[in-house]
């Protein structure tokens, strides 16, 4: 009984979540907003300073590589306490 009780929940579950996800991509969203001033009225005048992309892959990188650095560790002193 409770095997079955399980499988309820989680279907039940998985029910709504899908049931939410389908009600969310039927709202409209709002039109955007006009453009600033300046931009777009006579010419293209150009949006603006902007970060460089590759820094933050830098970043993203490195901390996977410290992550995985400390799993390794953690495992290789699991396997020598054994």
Known sequence: MKKHFNASKALLILVLFVSISIC???QTPPP???PANGHGQTGNNPAGP???IGDGMYILIGLAGL???RKVYGYKKT???D
């Open 79 to 81: 396997l020598s306490t």
């Open 24 to 26: 969310g991509l039927a």
């Open 67 to 69: 992550y995985a650095g």
């Open 32 to 34: 955007p907003p006009p």
């Open 50 to 52: 902007s970060g460089p």
